[in-house]
């Protein structure tokens, strides 16, 4: 008798930890999707890019497109042997309607050199 007592706390036990494993995952699963939404900035796609070119401020580029959406260092040139940092102004554009199942959004990137005050322009890549 008591050998299938001590079963049945184990056995019951058992369950117990899987209830709680299984309610766990649910309550994950369910978790809601964090998604980034960004206006846009319909000023790059519209806007002439011819406006810009190298050596400009910080100030110039703002003065176009307003403020960045992201800004963070990056390292460049460590391929060639001649490693600096940058400071990268990120923008989104528009919505990228190529990519069905997930929000993506076209960049505008520009990068500066040197940081600090008198950063200037050095290049940019916009996605079309």
Same mark, same amino acid.
């Given at each position: +008798? ?30 809601? /999707?964090?998604?980034?939404?960004? %206006?846009?900035?319909?000023? /790059? ?23 960045? =959406?992201?800004?963070? =260092? %990056? ?43 008198? +950063?200037?322009?050095?290049?940019? =890549?916009?996605?079309?």
């Amino acid at each position: +008798m008591k050998r299938s007592k001590r079963r049945r706390n184990g056995t019951q036990v058992s369950f117990c930890v899987l209830l709680f494993t299984l309610a766990t995952v649910v309550q994950i699963g369910c978790a809601p /999707v964090y998604r980034y939404s960004y %206006a846009g900035h319909a000023t /790059v796609v519209r806007g002439s890019l011819q406006g810009f070119r190298t050596g400009m401020t910080a100030g110039e580029v703002q003065a176009q497109l307003g403020a960045p =959406d992201k800004v963070f =260092d %990056a390292e460049f040139g460590a391929a060639v042997g001649q490693q600096w940092t940058g400071t990268v102004w990120l923008y989104f554009l528009e919505e990228d309607r190529a990519f069905r199942h997930v929000r993506r959004y076209k960049k505008a990137v520009f990068v500066f050199y040197p940081r600090g005050e008198n +950063m200037r322009l050095n290049h940019w =890549d916009v996605e079309s």
